[in-house]
Structures are given as C-alpha cells and as structure tokens.
T-cell receptor, first 115, second 114 residues
Framework: GAGVSQSPSNKVTEKGKDVELRCDPI?????LYWYRQSLGQGLEFLIY????????KSGLPSDRFSAERTGGSVSTLTIQRTQQEDSAVYLC?????????????FGDGTRLSIL | AQTVTQSQPEMSVQEAETVTLSCTYDTSESDYYLFWYKQPPSRQMILVIR??????QNATENRFSVNFQKAAKSFSLKISDSQLGDAAMYFCAYRETSYDKVIFGPGTSLSVIP
C-alpha cells in the first residue's frame, strides 16, 4: 500500500481480555517498529524487527506483551490479560532498514482503551 | 545508552514569527542520524527534517532548518514564518548508522497564536 496501515484504529476491551494489534508496513520496508504513546506523552519503544527477527525486544513492558512478524511483512502485537495501564495509542512504523538516513514512516496508530 | 532530551515541554509562537525548539542527545558514536518529526492532533507522525552527523552543513527544508552542533550534541529546529498548521507535537529522534533502532525525545508541544 501507499503507507503503513494499522488495524483496528480503535479498540475498546475489558480488563483481562487479550488483544491483537496489526501493522501492515510499506511494501519493501524491512525494518518495523512498535511504539506506545500514552496521552500527551512521547514515544515509548517496544520492539523492533529486521525482517522476521527481533534484534531488540528490550522495550516490551512485561511478559504479557509479545510480537511477531511473518513473511517480512505484517506484524502483530499481542497483549495478554490486558490491564488498565495498557491503555494508550500503539504506533507502528516501518523503514527501508538500510544503513543510512532512511526515515520511519508511521501508521495512524491503534487507540487501545481498557475498561 | 543513547538518550534524547527535549527540555521544553511546551512552546508558543505568534503566527509569522520564528521559534526554535531545542534537542540534545547523548552518544559515544561519531556517525549517526538525527530527525525531527511532527505529530499534529490527527496523530500521524510526519518527518520534518533530517541531518547526517558527518555533514557539517545544517539541513533546511523550506521554512524549517536545524542548528546542528556536533561537539555540543545539540540539534535544534528553527521554524520561520510560523503558520497555524505548524501547531503540533515535535519529536527529536536519533539513529545510529549501524543499527536501526531509533530513539525519540519526550516531545515539545508547539502552539501557534493567531
């Protein structure tokens, strides 16, 4: 597609439920990133993929969070047993991933609300 | 570990005036890339300008320019002739040349006063 696509755009769920957030990067982009942004805050790095592997998972807040990427394309971020503090906007970005000054291209994000 | 600091949580500027947003970073690398991103209320992050550390010349993009001071590890963004559409959160970001991870600062909220 023309840009990074994230779905759903909004998700409301009850505490304790599992949620899956999807990111479809720009075709050909090998690097894919997940960030979390709480209201009025900066971007909190969660995880980064180069191809299907994740060299850096250091930002995942707890073992309730996991992510995978298949076929070097679509990625899903899964949050198990959601808590109210998980409420935030989850942003996905992709880039060409080459060594260089390639910028990240961001999706519109998924706004997650935990009741 | 690399860190990015933006010391101004909020800034305001009169329409048509000039404003400078500050950013400092900490790194032991000599080669890297720096970016400014804009996030309007619509939420989508948009690249404003980028700078390669090995280039001494400051990057410019129309009304946007940077003041890159490598020794001081400073990367400020200047917006000239500010417009109402410039109102947004602005994030400074750092990326190593050999590693794809990008580190963002906490952001500066810019208001433009008509």
């Amino acid at each position: 597609g023309a840009g990074v696509s994230q779905s759903p755009s909004n998700k409301v769920t009850e505490k304790g439920k599992d949620v899956e957030l999807r990111c479809d990067p720009i075709s050909g982009h090998t690097a894919l990133y997940w960030y979390r942004q709480s209201l009025g805050q900066g971007l909190e790095f969660l995880i980064y993929f180069q191809g299907n592997s994740a060299p850096d998972k250091s930002g995942l807040p707890s073992d309730r969070f996991s992510a995978e990427r298949t076929g070097g394309s679509v990625s899903t971020l899964t949050i198990q047993r959601t808590q109210q503090e998980d409420s935030a906007v989850y942003l996905c970005a992709s880039s060409k991933g080459e060594v260089g000054n390639q910028p990240q291209h961001f999706g519109d994000g998924t706004r997650l609300s935990i009741l | 570990a690399q860190t990015v600091t933006q010391s101004q949580p909020e800034m305001s500027v009169q329409e048509a005036e000039t404003v400078t947003l500050s950013c400092t970073y900490d790194t032991s690398e000599s080669d890297y890339y720096l970016f400014w991103y804009k996030q309007p209320p619509s939420r989508q992050m948009i690249l404003v300008i980028r700078q390669e550390a090995y280039k001494q010349q400051n990057a410019t993009e129309n009304r946007f320019s940077v003041n890159f001071q490598k020794a001081a590890k400073s990367f400020s963004l200047k917006i000239s002739d500010s417009q109402l559409g410039d109102a947004a959160m602005y994030f400074c970001a750092y990326r190593e040349t050999s590693y794809d991870k990008v580190i963002f600062g906490p952001g500066t909220s810019l208001s433009v006063i008509p």
